[in-house]
């Protein structure tokens, strides 16, 4: 019953940025902790980046100083902003959210991934 949809993907060159989008449905979202992972060609999937209903934020090494996560409590929306992009940061990108949903019960959610890849 919570959807979760990402968007914003695609084609940059190296030292480039994206913004990642991630719209949520059907939950209370001031009570959702959201995340973004991510799973690169050959690589095990991974957490790059979370943040808490209180807005606390953490990064894994490899994006942190680089990428920022943000949410919008009013438009149910977290974003992605990822800056100085390497080849390395290529890989499909997935949201993942927990929390309660608008019926009060707990849910974990995850979206079908965007795909961001990073060459020249």
């Known amino acids: 019953q919570v959807h979760v949809v990402e968007s914003g993907g695609g084609l940059v060159q190296p030292g480039g940025s994206l913004r990642l989008f991630c719209v949520t449905s059907g939950s209370i979202f001031s009570t959702v902790t959201m995340d973004w992972y991510r799973q690169g060609p050959g690589k095990e999937r991974e957490m790059v980046a979370s943040?808490?209903?209180?807005?606390?934020?953490s990064y894994s090494d490899s994006v942190k100083g680089r990428f920022t996560i943000s949410r919008d409590n009013v438009r149910n929306t977290v974003y992605l902003q990822m800056n100085s992009l390497k080849p390395d940061d290529t890989a499909v990108y997935y949201c993942?959210?927990?929390?309660?949903?608008?019926?009060?019960?707990?849910?974990?959610?995850w979206g079908q991934g965007t795909q961001v890849a990073v060459s020249s």
């Open positions: 993942h959210g927990y929390g309660l949903s608008i019926s009060r019960t707990p849910f974990d959610s």
């Open positions: 943040i808490t209903s209180q807005s606390s934020t």
